[in-house]
């Protein structure tokens, strides 16, 4: 006979946070969200940790190079989708890798024997009023001088004049040398009153330009999350099929973590991928999706350095209806979340959950880190931002972006829902849709961390953990989610005929 689970599955907004004592010290300043990535011993510290406890999906319409810088920039982390050519997944990894905050790649260049006219030309079409001046014209070559403004006067100089006669040459341009910090670079630029910085080798090919502008920007960004060379750090998605040439393809590049994406993790594809990366690579790998205990222990045993949990709440996520599997988000955290700490308490080793899929409120997000997960993982809440690789489209006045599951077939992602066998498949597990546009990731972020914050003040927790450990948390009835959002009042903004 078939085992029956007798709690029914239950999903986030069926449950509620109850406040505990809020001590004086507890305000949302003192408030750290710094949470492990990877597993740790108990007395040491894991190897990767996020300063943020956000990770954005592994999805066509979510995790590009742009979002892991924009993602990084804050705390956290993105994922590169894997379903891609393994070459282009690899550069886009080498794209963060190689993104260095503050250092620009200069992206208006010019030759020596290029007039007056070029410059405006060019100034023109970039925007850009310093002008890098290299042997080759190109962003690396040698650096013979720079363009700016007060080189030159347009209502005297002959619009043919070659850029040689007016440069600043490199004789007398002030410079950094290879491999100089940020803060180096900075003092430079203080020091001398210049607003460009170029950043040259020791052959002096032009590296990098540093701005006094973007200098101030990056100051602004206080929880990075950088390596030790100053690199944002960048995960990627990988799947149980050409793991063989695509995670040699992706280390090389200088991914930081990988993970199995895939619907369903508890499989044997799984363990024999984790031990073909444990035993060839030094590089950090996440196993899943799983629900249950038996799931997590599996990939746990497996050698996964970290388990995600979920299947089928993701928003574009249909697998529940087309095959009847899945579990409610909170219920499979719930369980897990048990297992994991005896298998703390027995082995000494920790563990992290990344709870993927479902968030639907901000506050969810609190939720499933009270229920034990370290970090979450989110598609639709990151498609929604500037950041995303997808188009942003105006339907009925709205502006709106577009948002696709791995398992449409416009992501065509039949690896991740692989269960072995000869055929392709035959039918979707997602769908193709549009979310609301909902401008920059920073302003965003910065909003959903603060009631991240602020609701664990109420929960008088400091810290993640604390908030594991601590947070009361109770059931709501289908009655009480009623009295949970405005009730019994004519809301102005619907106007008085709007029933
Ligand atoms: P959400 O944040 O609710 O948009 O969910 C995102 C998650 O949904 C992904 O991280 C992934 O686990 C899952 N997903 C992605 N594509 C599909 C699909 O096509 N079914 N599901």
Redesign the pocket.
């Known amino acids: 006979m078939a085992k029956y689970y007798t709690e029914p599955s239950r999903t986030f907004t069926e449950y509620l946070l109850i406040p505990n004592l809020s001590t004086k010290d507890c305000t949302p300043d003192n408030v750290s969200l710094k949470t492990p990535l990877v597993k740790f011993k108990r007395g040491e510290n894991p190897e990767l940790s996020l300063n943020i406890p956000f990770a954005s ?3 066509q319409a979510v995790s590009d190079h742009h979002m892991a810088v924009a993602l990084a920039r804050s705390g956290g982390i993105s994922f590169i989708f894997g379903s891609q050519p393994i070459k282009e997944e690899a550069e886009m990894v080498r794209k963060v890798k190689a993104y260095k905050a503050g250092f620009v790649i200069s992206r208006s260049n010019l030759t020596p024997e290029h007039t007056l006219k070029d410059v405006l030309e060019l100034k023109e079409k970039t925007g850009h009023s310093t002008l890098a001046v290299t042997g080759d014209g190109t962003a690396k070559g040698k650096l013979l001088g720079i363009v700016k403004g007060s080189d030159y006067r347009i209502s005297r100089d002959a619009l043919d004049k070659p850029i040689s006669q007016f440069m600043t040459p490199f004789a007398s341009l002030i410079y950094g040398k290879q491999g100089i910090t940020l803060s180096e670079a900075n003092d430079l630029i203080w020091e001398h009153k210049i607003n460009c910085l170029p950043i040259v080798d020791e052959e002096q090919n032009l590296e990098y330009l540093v701005f006094r502008k973007d200098y101030e920007a990056h100051k602004e960004y206080p929880n990075e999350l950088l390596d030790a060379n100053k690199s944002y750090i960048v995960g990627a998605g990988i799947n149980t099929k050409d793991y063989k040439e695509r995670v040699p393809a992706l280390v090389d590049a200088g991914v930081d973590v990988l993970v199995i994406d895939s ?1 369903d993790g508890y499989s044997e594809w799984q363990r024999e991928t984790i031990q073909y990366v444990k035993a060839n690579f030094n590089v950090k790998i996440g196993a899943g ?1 799983v629900v249950d205990r038996e799931g997590f222990l599996y990939l746990v045993e497996s050698g996964a350095d970290f388990v995600k949990i ?1 299947i089928g ?7 529940r209806e087309q095959k009847g599997i899945g579990r409610g988000q909170a219920s499979s955290l719930i369980e897990v979340t048990e297992a994991r700490d005896e298998y703390y308490e027995q082995t000494g080793i920790y563990v992290p959950i990344c709870s ?4 639907v409120h901000d506050y969810h997000i609190t939720l499933a880190l009270a229920m034990g997960a370290d970090f979450v ?5 990151f498609a929604r931002f500037d950041e995303s690789p997808t188009r942003k489209l105006k339907v009925n006045n709205n502006f709106v972006k577009e948002f696709w ?4 077939n416009r992501a065509r992602n039949w690896e991740r829902y692989d269960s072995g066998g000869k055929s392709g498949l035959l039918f979707e ?2 769908v193709d849709s549009y979310v609301p546009y909902a401008g920059s990731l920073r302003e965003n972020m910065e909003k959903t961390t603060s009631k991240i914050k602020s609701t664990m003040c109420n929960c008088g927790s400091k810290t993640i953990p604390q908030l594991q450990r601590e947070a009361r948390i109770t059931i709501v009835s289908a009655t009480s989610l009623v009295e949970g959002g405005a009730h019994d009042v004519i809301l102005k903004e619907s106007g008085l005929s709007g029933e």
Not at 377 to 381: D, L, T, V
């Open positions: 999906a592994v999805m619907s999706n979920g709440g993701g928003s574009i996520c249909i697998t993927d899929g479902g968030i993982m989110m598609g639709r809440y599951g791995e398992g449409s597990e997602g």
